[in-house]
RNA sequence: UCCUCCUUAGCUCAGUUGGUUAGAGCACAUCACUGUUAAUGAUGGGGUCCUCCGUUCAAGUCGGAGAGGGGGAGCCA
């Protein structure tokens, strides 16, 4: 048998000394010919090899080299050194895979996330990129763990759709047409009859019409997978595939679902805490470092898990949307003018107006609700008794400091008369969405729902400012690497 | 897609009013040293100054176009 390995993270955290081990990992650093940092990405934390001078030959110390990969049989022993409580004395070292000095691209110093994002391919093996996905494995694990305590099932909804009415934004096409000469119709436009499954298709972009199936038969439903979205947005928190969780309820109302969410984010964040502390704290540190380079302005007076914390500790912030709008008008910001765009009731909200009430007047996160309806999709719920001009939907979206938007969700049109007049108002055939529609037609039940953009979470508790630093191989415009 | 900034050694960056052979730190190689903590010391190799076009006696430096990247905006999760 070849692996009877020790992971570094156990070795490190309760292997008395004297017992003999086999430790494998990538060279960090080899110091003085005698101390390789070797680490196996279980933890950031390297173990101290010794190879005490003359007991190896010079063609296997030279080949001691960073990011090279080692077998080493051992002894844990207590560190004569000062930075490691134990480190392993060597008695064999095998070289299981060279690694070319001159070309290794990733050194032992401080490398520029941009430089990073270039080899994606190795930047795992960096300790913010181990820290980070660490912590991206546990939140996707903490999510499952989360619905599966509470008896929701686990909905496998489609990712190939023939259905262009999920309204979330661009879609990616999806054929086995070919893109030179294709199959045209009698009034010359593309003959998608010809095409692998006889009509358009595309990538989705919401697993939410599928996920209310589910919760009209088993109550409780979740979807978490890959999300495609065509846009050309080049921002920091946008991605053409990304990971989202989109949870569907029956007998929730709003207010249901925004507990629900709450709890949710909540936990999430629990979870690392406990279970990720290392790497928290690693990436707080890091952040610290950061900060120290930015004008006193710019920096945030949080520590990440500070932040994070009080997050935890703190209820949201809920209010409606006709609030929100006060709250900015009554500001002195928008009393000097310092908002780019217009603030009055029906607008959506930009940008620089969440970031107002999350970071300057809240200094949480802030839950809001009662969007006007003609800014909102088809399947929210219209509330009742609202004025003429101002009508309102059950909407709710969950805006959180440096990030924005993290949860967009809703309680949906469960009366089949509302929802069939406003799709209609929208211009959407109901032919086509027959099937959603039978939900509301065979015992329609009220429900609610919320889709939480995973990457923007991770983004949330690692710090990481760019969404492309959350995510193993991102897809932006322009960028398709591996 | 729009606005804005950037692109010089493997990495991070400096480069004066346009001037002759383009620099530093780190990395890498060789040697020395040996309980180091991104080891240290000495020596050395390493450049399509993003690309193309233009201005000029002369362009890393000035102008135009293009490509790539960062930040911000819109769209959203």
């Known amino acids: 048998m070849f692996n009877q390995r020790i992971k570094i993270k156990q070795l490190l955290s309760a292997t008395p000394t004297g017992t003999e081990v086999v430790v494998m990992g990538w060279v960090r650093t080899f110091r003085n010919n005698q101390f390789i940092a070797l680490n196996d990405g279980s933890t950031n934390a390297n173990i101290q090899i010794v190879a005490s001078l003359g007991e190896f030959e010079d063609v296997i110390l030279k080949r001691i080299t960073t990011g090279a990969s080692l077998k080493i049989i051992g002894t844990v022993v207590e560190s004569l050194g000062k930075g490691q409580s134990v480190e392993v004395k060597a008695k064999t070292i095998e070289i299981l895979g060279d690694s070319d000095a001159e070309k290794f691209p990733l050194q032992p110093k401080k490398h520029s996330l941009e430089f990073l994002r270039e080899k994606a391919h190795l930047r795992f093996r960096t300790n913010t990129f181990g820290s980070v996905f660490r912590l991206r494995h546990a939140l996707a694990f903490a999510v499952h763990q989360f619905y599966n305590e509470r008896g929701f099932v686990y909905l496998h909804t489609p990712i190939i759709t023939s259905s262009d009415a999920e309204g979330a ?26 095409d692998f499954f006889g009509k358009g298709t595309n990538l989705t972009v919401s697993g939410q019409l599928e996920g209310e199936l589910g919760a009209m038969a088993f109550s409780e439903i979740y979807t978490f997978g890959p999300t495609f979205r065509a846009e050309n947005s080049n921002t920091t928190r946008h991605l053409a595939e990304f990971w989202m969780i989109e949870p569907e309820m029956a007998f929730y109302d709003i207010e249901d679902n925004m507990n629900l969410a709450e709890e949710f984010i909540k936990y999430l964040i629990n979870y690392a805490l406990k279970n990720n502390a290392d790497d928290i704290d690693f990436l707080d ?9 930015l004008p006193t302005e710019k920096r945030s007076g949080f520590g990440l898990r500070e932040k994070l914390e009080l997050v935890v500790n703190n209820n949201f912030e809920r209010i409606t949307y006709t609030e929100a709008i006060d709250i900015l008008l009554n500001s002195n910001h ?12 029906g607008i959506d909200l930009q940008s620089e107006h969440e970031r107002y009430l999350v970071e300057q007047h809240f200094k ?22 609202c004025a003429p001009g101002k009508e309102t939907v059950a909407a709710m979206d969950i805006l959180a400091p440096g990030i924005g938007e993290i949860v967009g969700g809703s309680q949906r049109e469960e009366r089949l008369d509302k929802l069939e007049a ?23 039940v009220p429900h609610a729902g919320f889709g939480l953009g995973f990457e923007r979470m991770i983004q949330f508790v690692t710090g990481m400012t760019n969404i492309r630093d959350v995510i193993p191989f991102a897809r932006t415009p322009k960028n398709c690497e591996y």
């Open 169 to 194: 934004g661009e879609m990616f096409r999806v054929t086995t047409l070919p893109l030179e000469g294709a199959p045209k119709n009698e009034q010359g436009e593309i003959d998608y009859t010809q």
């Open 334 to 345: 928008y009393k000097k003018k310092k908002f780019q765009y217009e603030v009055k009731w």
């Open 422 to 444: 406003r799709m209609n108002a929208m211009h959407i055939p109901l032919e086509d969405m027959s099937w959603y529609l039978d939900t509301r037609r065979f015992g329609t």
């Open 364 to 385: 949480k996160p802030v839950i809001v609700t009662g969007y006007p309806a003609a800014i909102k999709a088809f399947y929210m719920r219209m509330n009742d008794g």
């Open 285 to 293: 540190a890091r952040l610290a470092e950061e900060e120290k380079l």
